[in-house]
């Protein structure tokens, strides 16, 4: 069974400091992994998926995430945050074969203070 | 395109009423998924359409099912309503072809309160 592990459920950081979300799985299977943002009120939007080839994928707002295999691990990190970037965020895992079934990790609310 | 839409956004019920869930994929998606969204227990997967077939289920009674029509719009009841289904329910939508994963897109969600 796969399960999905955020180590933190509250970040809060100043305005244009970085930042790194912790997540981590286990799987028995090879799985695809994504990252999700929930602003207040609002559905999950994707945020950045890996699917297969580079470990490292971007996403069109400054975030990125590095798969690791080794550590069985897909941080999130932004170099610089906004206010705007505040919204909880959710790592996400489903198994390669078909299945659209996420398995989500509890969410990290993160706070950007000015 | 628009994105995947869910109505009522919501809606407040008494416990041992019924109640349904409706969603719209987007346009070509085949796959919906509905999720249960609750401060204790976060997202939970509640089970997936394709196809107007269940393809994948997940751990929640009985009293909770869901359909899917023709043209993928897709309902979800829940029956007997108990105070613990107070939650924000999501539907998501896919292409839901094998190979390559298709990401998921959320709608906005219905949030469903108990009294």
């Known amino acids: 069974a796969q399960s999905v592990t955020q180590l933190d459920s509250q970040v809060p950081v100043f305005e244009e400091a970085p930042v790194e979300l912790r997540c981590n799985y286990s799987?028995?299977?090879?799985?695809?992994l994504f990252w999700y943002v929930q602003y207040p009120n609002q559905g999950l939007q994707l945020l950045l998926k890996?699917?297969?080839?580079?470990?490292l994928v971007e996403s069109i707002n400054g975030f990125e995430a590095e798969f690791n295999k080794s550590q069985t691990s897909f941080h999130l990190r932004k170099p610089s945050v906004h206010i705007s970037d505040t919204a909880e965020y959710f790592c996400?895992?489903?198994?390669?074969?078909?299945?659209?079934?996420?398995?989500f990790g509890k969410g990290t609310k993160l706070t950007v203070n000015p | 395109k628009a994105g995947v839409t869910q109505t009522p956004r919501y809606l407040i019920k008494t416990r041992g009423q019924q109640v349904t869930l409706s969603c719209s994929p987007i346009?070509?998606?085949?796959?919906v998924s509905w999720y249960q969204q609750t401060p204790g227990q976060g997202l939970q997967f509640l089970f997936e359409?394709?196809?107007?077939?269940?393809?994948n289920k997940g751990n929640f009674p009985g009293r909770f099912s869901g359909r899917q029509f023709s043209n993928s719009r897709s309902e979800m009841n829940v029956s007997t309503l108990e105070l613990g289904d107070s939650a924000l329910y999501l539907c998501a939508s896919s292409l839901g072809a094998t190979g390559p994963n298709q990401p998921q897109h959320f709608g906005d969600g219905t949030r469903l309160s108990i009294l």
């Open positions: 359409y394709f196809s107007e077939t269940q393809r």
């Open positions: 996400a895992a489903s198994s390669q074969g078909g299945s659209e079934k996420l398995v």
């Open positions: 346009s070509g998606h085949r796959s």
């Open positions: 799987s028995s299977v090879s799985v695809y």
């Open positions: 890996y699917l297969s080839g580079s470990t």
